[in-house]
């Protein structure tokens, strides 16, 4: 596509249901970044592919967090067993490779869990 | 491990006046340092970057930033804010082993009339 596209763009969830998120990258970018940006933090670094590998996992904040990628293009991260302090806009990024080059950003998903 | 400080969250300004916004990172390799801007209801969108060569580099709306080795800054500057540049703005560091990109915590330009 033409830019990276998230879906859904919000999503209203009930704590301890476990929510989905999606992230279609731009065509032929290699690396893909998932970050968390809430009020007052910043872009809260969660995990990046190189293809479908994951060389860093250390920013996810708990094991109810997971990600995979699948075919070097679509990602989905995983919030298992969601509570309030989830709640936030989980962006998502692309670039042609990871280190020098542009990334990429989607609109995000804003996640509210009541 | 790499990082990045902006130690002002938000900087008000008057209409025309010069602004600086500050960033330093913390890294024991080589590094790339980049600006996003995050205009108001908007998605993150790169300012300019510093990949090597030159230490100044320039964006195409008049902002400049200067990447300084010794200081470990990058910080960001324009002579002349308007209206339209009141934003929130992200430096961001990648490089070393992993390349994994990494932001500060932004700082918010509250361009006032």
């Known amino acids: 596509g033409a830019g990276v596209s998230q879906s859904p763009s919000n999503k209203v969830t009930e704590k301890g249901k476990d929510v989905e998120l999606r992230c279609d990258p731009i065509?032929?970018?290699?690396?893909l970044y998932w970050y968390r940006q809430s009020l007052g933090q910043g872009l809260e670094f969660l995990i990046y592919?190189?293809?479908?590998?994951?060389?860093?996992k250390s920013g996810l904040p708990s094991d109810r967090f997971s990600a995979e990628r699948t075919g070097g293009s679509v990602s989905t991260l995983t919030i298992q067993r969601t509570q309030q302090e989830d709640s936030a806009v989980y962006l998502c990024?692309?670039?042609?490779?990871?280190?020098?080059?542009?990334?990429?950003f989607g609109q995000g998903t804003r996640l509210t869990v009541v | 491990a790499q990082s990045v400080t902006q130690l002002d969250s938000q900087v008000p300004v008057f209409e025309e006046a010069p602004v600086e916004l500050r960033c330093n990172y913390s890294s024991s390799v080589s590094v790339y340092l980049f600006w996003y801007v995050q205009y108001p209801n908007q998605g993150l969108q790169l300012l300019l970057k510093?990949?090597?060569?030159?230490?100044l580099v320039e964006s195409i709306n008049g902002f400049e930033a200067e990447f300084n080795k010794s200081q470990t800054s990058f910080h960001l500057r324009k002579p002349s804010v308007h209206i339209s540049d009141t934003a929130e703005y992200f430096c961001?560091?990648?490089?070393?082993?992993?390349?994994?990109?990494?932001f500060g915590t932004g700082t918010l330009l509250a361009v006032q009339p």
């Open positions: 961001a560091v990648s490089g070393g082993a992993t390349n994994k990109l990494i």
């Open positions: 510093y990949l090597s060569g030159s230490t």
């Open positions: 065509s032929g970018h290699t690396a």
């Open positions: 990024a692309s670039s042609e490779r990871t280190g020098h080059t542009e990334a990429f």
């Open positions: 592919f190189q293809g479908n590998s994951a060389p860093d």
